[in-house]
């Protein structure tokens, strides 16, 4: 038994029955054509999963690497990028290379292979934006597949990955288009005050990057120092009639008007306003910056922030009448 407390920032000690590094699509195909079990996990920064009891089935570790441009004009160039690349080492070549296009997405944690899986996201920018296609292998037939941007479906915290074709591939590279001309995009308040208290006025990208990064790290709680994943819950989306009703009952809901009459309110809002915020139960609670992040405060077990989560959701359903969904991966749920 392999131990998993290192492969994942809840830093959750459960265990696996064999553990695979994988570091080239060929390598992939060759310990797929011997894998004892039809199914398999897969693993980049484990940024994003919850792994709630021991797993059953054997772990791949994708540590495919390597930057290549395969396409260069005067505006952009077009990169093809190993998807064992960690994320914001990629994002810090570009900024050294002054490629614009993900400054804004500066030290999200993770693996690029894993950025389609939930179109990664935040300060106003999405991957969906600038991906090109999705080299794939296909975990059943071994055979390779590319996935057009369009065929991903990548939606808020979405894609084609996690619902219709969820534990069927294997993402190995993924490319981008980056701008050499980047008009930066400061439509995220925060960015834009902090640009001006620290008087810049003409920001380049390295500016905007430098700013959500120290956005970031004043709000969100580092995994080397405190187990997380993240924001645990997505924002929920609803419609008009649900939202009338909640409006209604609380005049000073916060939202963000949709396309089609939807309204999304932001999950952090409705767990603050229930009294979560800072609240420790046992080794886990929502982290007091931000409700949104759920937190192992040291020993926690990946159950113990299970039934955390399922509390908090249903407090916000019971509440609010507002169905809140994880957006972590849940992984060993029996
Ligand atoms: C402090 C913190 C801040 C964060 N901030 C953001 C944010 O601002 N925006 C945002 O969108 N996310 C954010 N996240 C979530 C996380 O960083 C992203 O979802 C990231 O893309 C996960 O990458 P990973 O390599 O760690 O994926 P993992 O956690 O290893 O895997 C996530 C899921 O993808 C699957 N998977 C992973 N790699 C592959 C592959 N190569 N092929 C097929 N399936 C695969 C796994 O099986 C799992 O289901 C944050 C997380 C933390 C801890």
Same mark, same amino acid.
């Given at each position: 038994?392999?131990?998993?407390?290192?492969?994942?920032?809840?830093?959750?000690?459960?265990? =696996?029955?064999?553990?695979?590094?994988?570091?080239?699509?060929?390598?992939?195909?060759?310990?797929?054509?011997?894998?004892?079990?039809?199914?398999?996990?897969?693993?980049?920064?484990?940024?994003?999963?919850?792994?709630?009891?021991?797993?059953?089935?054997?772990?791949?570790?994708?540590?495919?690497?390597?930057?290549?441009?395969?396409?260069?004009?005067?505006?952009?160039?077009?990169?093809?990028?190993?998807?064992?690349?960690?994320?914001?080492?990629?994002? =810090?070549?570009?900024?050294?290379?002054?490629?614009?296009?993900?400054?804004?997405?500066?030290?999200?944690?993770?693996?690029?292979?894993?950025?389609?899986?939930?179109?990664?996201?935040?300060?106003?920018?999405?991957?969906?934006?600038?991906?090109?296609?999705?080299?794939?292998?296909?975990?059943?037939?071994?055979?390779?597949?590319?996935?057009?941007?369009?065929?991903?479906?990548?939606?808020?915290?979405?894609?084609?990955?996690?619902?219709?074709?969820?534990?069927?591939?294997?993402?190995?590279?993924?490319?981008?288009?980056?701008?050499?001309?980047?008009?930066?995009?400061?439509?995220?308040?925060?960015?834009?005050?902090?640009?001006?208290?620290?008087?810049?006025?003409?920001?380049?990208?390295?500016?905007?990057?430098?700013?959500?990064?120290?956005?970031?790290?004043?709000?969100?709680?580092?995994?080397?120092?405190?187990?997380?994943?993240?924001?645990?819950?997505?924002?929920?989306?609803?419609?008009?009639?649900?939202?009338?009703?909640?409006?209604?009952?609380?005049?000073?809901?916060?939202?963000?008007?949709?396309?089609?009459?939807?309204?999304?309110?932001?999950?952090?809002?409705?767990? %603050?306003?229930?009294?979560?915020?800072?609240?420790?139960?046992?080794?886990?609670?929502?982290?007091?910056?931000?409700?949104?992040?759920?937190?192992?405060?040291?020993?926690?077990?990946?159950?113990?922030?299970?039934?955390?989560?399922?509390?908090?959701?249903?407090?916000?359903? %019971?509440?609010?009448?507002?169905?809140?969904?994880?957006?972590?991966?849940?992984?060993?749920?029996?």
């Amino acid at each position: 038994m392999y131990s998993l407390k290192d492969y994942n920032t809840f830093g959750i000690d459960v265990t =696996c029955p064999s553990l695979h590094e994988v570091n080239s699509e060929y390598h992939l195909i060759e310990l797929l054509a011997n894998k004892t079990s039809d199914e398999i996990i897969i693993l980049g920064g484990g940024s994003n999963v919850l792994l709630i009891n021991d797993l059953e089935l054997p772990v791949y570790l994708n540590r495919i690497n390597g930057i290549e441009v395969v396409d260069e004009s005067e505006e952009e160039l077009i990169v093809e990028v190993g998807g064992g690349e960690n994320w914001h080492q990629f994002v =810090c070549w570009c900024m050294n290379n002054n490629f614009g296009n993900f400054e804004n997405l500066s030290l999200i944690p993770g693996t690029v292979g894993a950025a389609p899986m939930q179109n990664i996201g935040a300060y106003g920018e999405e991957i969906s934006k600038y991906l090109i296609n999705v080299s794939t292998v296909e975990l059943k037939t071994l055979k390779k597949r590319v996935f057009s941007a369009e065929e991903c479906e990548l939606g808020y915290r979405n894609s084609v990955f996690k619902h219709r074709e969820k534990g069927k591939y294997f993402i190995t590279k993924v490319q981008f288009r980056l701008s050499k001309n980047r008009k930066v995009n400061l439509s995220y308040g925060a960015i834009e005050s902090l640009l001006a208290a620290r008087n810049i006025l003409k920001p380049t990208i390295q500016d905007v990057s430098k700013v959500v990064i120290d956005i970031r790290n004043s709000k969100l709680p580092s995994p080397s120092e405190i187990g997380n994943a993240g924001s645990f819950f997505k924002n929920p989306i609803i419609d008009e009639k649900s939202f009338l009703e909640l409006k209604n009952k609380r005049p000073d809901v916060v939202f963000y008007e949709m396309p089609n009459s939807q309204y999304k309110i932001p999950a952090g809002w409705l767990i %603050d306003q229930l009294g979560w915020k800072g609240k420790r139960v046992g080794n886990t609670g929502c982290y007091a910056q931000q409700a949104l992040v759920l937190v192992n405060y040291g020993g926690a077990t990946g159950s113990e922030i299970y039934r955390h989560a399922l509390t908090v959701q249903q407090d916000v359903y %019971d509440s609010f009448g507002v169905e809140i969904t994880p957006e972590v991966n849940l992984l060993g749920l029996s």
